[in-house]
């Protein structure tokens, strides 16, 4: 079983930029499928960002898209999510997925088979 550990999340101002890091141990990154969600306080688990085995497509919700990257690093196995252009309404625990090869959408909760801990990114206005 793979362990993930989420860091880099903090308080920061609308505008401003953060990068989360997802670590891994027990198993190597480069065979799963990637994927980050948030969870707000009394809300769903929501689809931030994602990107597939072989890192030759990514997804991005439309909240996020053009201002979040989602990148690996397999010598580090590790991933990162970039944000820039922070929004208050980005504000959220920030949870990194690893999903083993299936044939669903990397959009879906359902898909992944792995979550780290969570990460709280607060974005203040």
């Known amino acids: 079983q793979v362990q993930l550990v989420e860091s880099g999340g903090r308080l920061v101002q609308a505008g401003g930029s953060l990068r989360l890091s997802c670590a891994a141990s027990?198993?190597?990154?480069?065979?799963?499928?990637m994927g980050w969600f948030r969870q707000a306080p009394g809300k769903e688990r929501e689809f931030v960002a994602a990107i597939n085995l072989s890192g030759s497509s990514s997804y991005y919700a439309s909240s996020v898209r053009g201002r979040f990257t989602l990148s690996r690093d397999n010598a580090k196995n590790t991933v990162y999510l970039q944000m820039n252009s922070l929004k208050p309404e980005a504000t959220a625990v920030y949870y990194c997925?690893?999903?083993?090869?299936?044939?669903?959408?990397?959009?879906?909760?359902?898909?992944?088979?792995?979550w780290g801990q969570g990460t709280q990114v607060t974005v203040s206005s």
């Open positions: 027990g198993g190597t990154l480069s065979n799963y499928a």
């Open positions: 997925a690893a999903a083993r090869v299936k044939t669903g959408a990397l959009d879906s909760t359902e898909e992944y088979d792995y």
